[in-house]
């Protein structure tokens, strides 16, 4: 079992930053590859981004790709989101997940069906 706690939301203006962050419970924390969704009102849950198991791979969702960043730290059986460069529609509840997966492909890890573990979220809010 993987227990998944978010952290590091907020009110931010337009342009500005936050890191979120999403600690795990459990040993096994370094097996898992880990993903970041959001919800914003009245949309559905979306895909954000996701690290590989290793690390040694990031997907990241055309919207949000070269403002934000994955990274994941498993010492501290934690993993970030870096948010740059904030939009008024990256308002949303962000959640991290955590799935048992081995793959290349970006396919793989957009899908939620695949996570085991989800967290209960923390909220973004951009103002313009």
């Known amino acids: 079992q993987v227990q998944l706690v978010e952290s590091g939301g907020g009110l931010v203006q337009a342009g500005g930053s936050l890191t979120l962050s999403c600690a795990a419970s459990g040993r096994t924390f370094s097996s898992y590859a880990l993903g970041w969704f959001r919800r914003a009102p009245g949309n559905e849950r979306e895909f954000v981004a996701a690290?590989?198991?290793?690390?040694?791979?990031?997907y990241y969702a055309d919207s949000v790709k070269g403002r934000f960043t994955i990274s994941r730290d498993n010492a501290k059986n934690t993993v970030y989101l870096h948010m740059n460069s904030l939009k008024p529609e990256d308002t949303a509840l962000y959640y991290c997940?955590?799935?048992?997966?081995?793959?290349?492909?970006?396919?793989?890890?957009?899908?939620?069906?695949?996570?085991?573990?989800w967290g209960r979220g923390t909220q973004v809010t951009v103002s313009s």
């Open positions: 690290i590989s198991w290793s690390g040694g791979n990031t």
């Open positions: 997940a955590a799935a048992v997966l081995r793959s290349y492909y970006y396919s793989a890890y957009e899908g939620e069906d695949v996570y085991d573990y």
